[in-house]
């Protein structure tokens, strides 16, 4: 519980910065140590622009192993679906995507007018 605790109080304590990147080139190293040592977050601008953005490793590490699990997903859901209609032919499949779009746009369209 304890641990936990000490989690969400670092959590609460990590800040969000807006910066231009003038200020970010002057005090690169100053914000190499916040975002290390306080986790705080930088988003670097140029021109009123937000352009990149200074992390943590730590977050770096777990947006990219996110990133890798989504990719991942995606090609087994891509290769499952591909062993269930290998067998069926591409016209039938084209006709089946063109219906299930025209369904969905007449959907959202009576959605649209059901607002207005």
Do not use: C, H, W
């Not at 290390?36 to 977050?59: C, F, H, W």
């Amino acid at each position: 519980m304890i641990i936990s605790i000490i989690i969400l109080e670092q959590e609460a304590m990590q800040m969000l910065k807006i910066i231009s990147a003038m200020e970010a080139r002057k005090n690169l190293g100053q914000i190499m140590n916040k975002v290390s040592l306080s986790n705080d977050e930088y988003i670097i601008e140029r021109a009123g622009k937000p352009l990149v953005a200074v992390i943590t490793i730590q977050e770096y590490q777990r947006l990219k192993n996110e990133r890798e699990q989504a990719i991942e997903n995606f090609f087994k859901t891509v290769d499952k679906n591909y062993e269930k209609t290998k067998n069926i032919p591409l016209e039938e499949i084209e006709t089946a995507i063109e219906e299930a779009v025209k369904a969905a746009k007449k959907q959202e369209l009576k959605e649209l007018q059901s607002k207005i």
